[in-house]
């Protein structure tokens, strides 16, 4: 386990030591591990520090909000609009590591004109022990890891939280005084929910998926699950008012894990399970479906893409 109180400054000198003068630029997710790694290098370089965040349009509900709010003290904050360009990019791609290429490469492309714009030499980021162990494996093209240094000619890269696990992130996050709902929140893909949506990534699905992991991360939080998600996977005949529908059909997926890498699917009672069903199919007209996915990993994995 992470030292908590020689771990924080220790991060803050070496962070220091590392970019001195220069300017660096972070890409700020929303999540815990980009949120510490961001902290932190503020505190080691104030102003000097760029964070750059981009709003894909993939993002869960609130979240460019929440970002503002939490990280408002740092003056140097960008906040970018790309939904409009992630969509156009995205449009009829419906393999999964296509999609994750695709919006790799468009968060570059953003990202790269805030960095020159910054005149950042150092690129920090907020890649932890699991990330570079599944990228190393090949398991899934992680969009945080590797992309990013190649394009823009950085001095150097600087990874903070590069040997901890997602328990221990938590844990500085706290020790940092995060906004709870950062240092908490469940653990979110790099795609967003692109991968939450099978097929091609429709404004349409987006919100249901959007709405959807809304209404699943509120319903199940007594439940503490490492991760809890719902994806739009097909379509279904379903019986709306009068009428029957062809409507979308939501996926809830509830699991326990300590890094994400096997995982267990959560026992829920029937009760949330029919409030999540009620709320999801009353809340999107266009959802006719909730089924609840009881499969660990392996051999599914987490996410549906
Ligand atoms: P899977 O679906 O492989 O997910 O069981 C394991 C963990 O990784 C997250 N995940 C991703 N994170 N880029 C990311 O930054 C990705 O392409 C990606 N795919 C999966 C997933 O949410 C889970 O926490």
Not at 37 to 51: R, S
Not at 185 to 195: D, N, Q, S
Not at 254 to 271: H, K, L, P
Request: net charge negative.
């Amino acid at each position: 386990m992470v030292n908590t109180d020689t771990f924080v400054p220790d991060a803050v000198e070496e962070i220091e030591t590392e970019i001195g003068d220069e300017n660096a630029v972070i890409a700020l997710s929303g999540g815990v591990d980009s949120s510490v790694a961001a902290a932190l290098a503020y505190e080691a370089i104030g102003d000097q520090l760029t964070p750059v965040y981009v709003d894909t349009g993939l993002m869960r509900k609130g979240e460019t909000a929440q970002i503002r709010e939490t990280f408002s003290y740092m003056d140097s904050l960008r906040v970018v609009d790309a939904k409009d360009r992630f969509l156009e990019a995205l449009s009829g791609v419906t393999d999964p590591e296509e999609k994750r290429s695709v919006i790799g490469e468009q968060f570059i492309r953003e990202f790269e004109r805030e960095a020159r714009d910054a005149d950042a030499d150092f690129l920090v980021q907020g890649t932890i022990y699991p990330d570079r162990i599944e990228s190393e494996g090949g398991i899934k093209s992680h969009h945080n890891v590797g992309g990013l240094p190649d394009v823009v000619d950085f001095d150097g890269i600087v990874e903070p939280v590069r040997d901890l696990y997602k328990d221990e992130v938590r844990e500085v996050a706290h020790e940092l005084d995060l906004d709870e709902l950062v240092a908490e929140r469940m653990p979110f893909p790099g795609p967003g929910l692109a991968i939450r949506v099978i097929g091609e990534v429709t404004a349409e699905k987006l919100e249901v998926a959007r709405e959807s992991c809304h209404v699943v991360e509120e319903e199940l939080e007594e439940y503490e699950p490492w991760q809890a998600l719902a994806a739009v996977v097909g379509k279904a005949t379903g019986v709306k008012g009068d009428n029957r529908v062809h409507g979308w059909i939501v996926s809830v997926r509830s699991v326990e894990s300590r890094d994400g890498m096997t995982a267990r699917a959560q026992e829920i009672d029937w009760e949330t399970l029919q409030r999540i069903q009620s709320r999801i199919t009353g809340e999107n007209e266009n959802v006719s479906r909730v089924v609840y996915d009881v499969t660990h990993k392996p051999p599914a994995t987490i996410e549906y893409e």
